[in-house]
């Protein structure tokens, strides 16, 4: 089945850019969702389909996806963005799901 | 408001069985998929099953795949996962979430993403 990779873990300083990669063969022809997951509460959908943000989430957060890598940047980064990010994808042919996840990325603010 | 509420985890032993289940409230139901996706402790995410708005072609994890079953019931606007021969590596925090279904790109593809989540129920699976 198709592999997520994410790097385990990104250190950034208060105002400045963290940029979350996904990486998985030819990824660019797929549509890429992303999460947030603070410790101990459930995941929040903060990018689908690339690069669209559900309502509530902050225009800091944007994504791209090309060729093998999405990526999910959060602009002028806060200490609340400190949290587990985890990139996902759609992985059938069939009508049945098959849904895979990457490993997960903790953002750590410094 | 828009809420999952999961229940029906504990404690079992390896080979045993638990049944979970997902309240929904707050959106029609049947208007939409669902999912239950899993976390080991001190692990990332893992789709484990997910079901169509009807019911229809049920998908599964290889992991679990011919020891659970998803199923929905839209008049009670409940989502089910009926879980057999537990292993060990079972052991999760097992989240309900809401699938939205897109079709996405010039080749007109559908991928799903989960929008709404609930808070989880923990499945213990040990001796």
């Known amino acids: 089945s198709f592999v997520l990779t994410q790097s385990p873990s990104v250190s950034v300083a208060p105002g400045q850019t963290a940029r979350i990669t996904c990486g998985g063969d030819n990824i660019g022809s797929k549509s890429v969702h992303w999460y947030q997951q603070k410790p101990g509460q459930a995941p929040v959908l903060v990018l689908y389909?690339?690069?669209d943000r559900p309502s509530g989430i902050p225009k800091r957060f944007s994504g791209s996806n090309s060729g093998n890598t999405a990526t999910l940047t959060i602009s002028r980064v806060e200490a609340g963005d400190e949290a587990d990010y985890y990139c996902?994808?759609?992985?059938?042919?069939?009508?049945?799901?098959?849904?895979?996840f990457g490993g997960g990325t903790k953002v750590t603010v410094l | 408001e828009v809420q999952l509420a999961e229940s029906g985890g504990g404690v079992v032993r390896p080979g045993g069985s638990l049944r979970l289940s997902c309240a929904a409230s707050g959106f029609t139901f049947n208007d939409y998929g669902m999912s239950w996706v899993r976390q080991a402790p001190g692990k990332g995410l893992e789709w484990v099953s997910g079901?169509?708005?009807?019911?229809?072609?049920?998908g599964y994890a290889d992991s679990v795949n011919g020891r659970f079953t998803i199923s929905r019931d839209n008049a009670k606007n409940s989502l089910y996962m009926e879980m057999n021969s537990l292993r060990v590596e079972d052991t999760a925090l097992y989240f309900c979430a809401r699938s939205e279904e897109i079709v996405v790109g010039l080749g007109a593809s559908r991928t799903w993403y989960f929008d709404v989540w609930g808070r989880g129920t923990l499945v213990t699976v040990s001796s």
């Open positions: 079901i169509h708005w009807n019911g229809g072609s049920p």
């Open positions: 389909d690339d690069s």
């Open positions: 996902q994808v759609w992985d059938s042919n069939s009508d049945h799901p098959n849904v895979v």
